[in-house]
Each structure stands twice: as C-alpha cells, then as structure tokens.
T-cell receptor
Framework: NAGVTQTPKFQVLKTGQSMTLQCAQD?????MYWYRQDPGMGLRLIYY???????DKGEVPNGYNVSRLNKREFSLRLESAAPSQTSVYFC???????????????FGPGTRLTVL | GQQLNQSPQSMFIQEGEDVSMNCTSS?????WLWYKQDPGEGPVLLIA?????ELTSNGRLTAQFGITRKDSFLNISASIPSDVGIYFC????????FGTGTRLTIIP
C-alpha cells in the first residue's frame, strides 16, 4: 500500500496562473479531504468529499475547487492563484464514519506551493 | 473557523526528560486525536481516543480524553532525539478541527 500520495511535491506559480493538485489513496477509503497548513497554524479544511460523487466546503474554500474523480482520486484546483494561497497543502483520507477504530484520517506527504 | 487551544506552543527539553502538552476547546468533541509531523512530511497519527475519560498508551506516549470532552493531554516519557517535531491535537465531530501545534526541540 502506498497510502495517500500527492503530486507535485513542490510548485511555484505566478499570480493568476492555474494549477491542479492531485491526490490518490489506495486504502479503499470513502472520505477524502484537502487541508492547507500555514506557519504557526494547524491544518485548516478547504474541501472534503464524504463519498464518491459528493463534495462539500470546509473552513476556507474560497479560491479553490475540487473534483472527486473516482473513489481513489480527489483533486484540488486553483483557477487563479494568489499570493495568499502560498501554503503547504495536505490531502487525507479515512474510512466511512462510524467504523470505530478505523475511523481515523491518514495524510499524504504534502504539496508546498508558492505563489509569486 | 474554530481552532483548538494547544499549549505550550514550543518546548525545549533535554533528552530523557518527560513532556506534557494539552489541548482545550470551548466545544465538545466525540473523538480526540494526536498527530506528529516531521519536517517536510504529513501528520502521522499517534493516538486516537474515542471515549470520555479514556487513557491510552502507545509505547512511551500516553494520551487522555478529558471527562468533559473538551480537552485532552499527551505525555511523552523519557524523550529521545526522534521525538523532535510538531505535535498536533485534533478534535472530531463531523470534521476534524486541529490545534495550532506544539513544537518539540531537544537541546544537547
């Protein structure tokens, strides 16, 4: 099992450029998440997908869109990047809620994005 | 959005010392989780707590789910160099809410 994988690891964009961050998991998890992490702060939820075919906004969704392409893949898109979106982005996945001990989130290694 | 109050923000300790950190919230959570993050990596789950009052150990780590369901603590005994990193608490109802992290540094 590779767990949760993310690409790319690093990216530099100019203001106004667009890009898509990719995430995939091979653990057959139903739920997937995108977070951003900024210095001195914990992770903040951008969007999540409770199951294939559904997506919902999290705490900080503005400037982002997501696609749950299939059960394995959940992508995050920046249509017009802004310097305020400079951050480290983490994807996570977990089993369906209510399955007791397996009800925990597993994180990918992160994508470090800089917007100039 | 809500964030948990995690303290201390940073700790500087010597190898072999015990460590204690905690999280408090104004809201009740159904689950408390503790993660560790190494530089350049994603958070890795250390301990998950599912019931108020639960005390759970994972090697040298011990965590407790507060009786009020509004707090949790993590203890690390006899710290070693690989304990260095940032520790995050997280509370969950429908979604996870993260603390701001405790950065642990071991000084020679």
């Amino acid at each position: 099992n590779a767990g949760v994988t993310q690409t790319p690891k690093f990216q530099v964009l100019k203001t106004g450029q667009s890009m898509t961050l990719q995430c995939a998991q091979d653990m057959n998890h139903n739920s997937m998440y995108w977070y951003r992490q900024d210095p001195g702060m914990g992770l903040r939820l951008i969007y999540y997908s409770a199951s294939e075919g559904t997506t919902d906004k999290g705490e900080v969704p503005n400037g982002y869109n997501v696609s749950r392409l299939n059960k394995r893949e959940f992508s995050l898109r920046l249509e017009s990047a802004a310097p305020s979106q400079t951050s480290v982005y983490f994807c996570a996945s977990r089993y369906t809620p209510g399955q007791g001990e397996r009800n925990t989130q597993y994180f990918g290694p992160g994508t470090r994005l800089t917007v100039l | 959005g809500q964030q948990l109050n995690q303290s201390p923000q940073s700790m500087f300790i010597q190898e072999g010392e015990d460590v204690s950190m905690n999280c408090t919230s104004s809201s009740i959570f159904n689950t408390w989780l503790w993660y560790k993050q190494d530089p350049g990596e994603g958070p890795v789950l250390l301990i998950a707590l599912y019931k108020a009052g639960e005390l759970t150990s994972n090697g040298r780590l011990t965590a407790q789910f507060g009786i009020t369901r509004k707090d949790s603590f993590l203890n690390i005994s006899a710290s070693i160099p690989s304990d260095v990193g940032i520790y995050f608490c997280a509370g969950r109802n429908e979604k996870l809410t993260f603390g701001t992290g405790t950065r642990l540094t071991i000084i020679p």
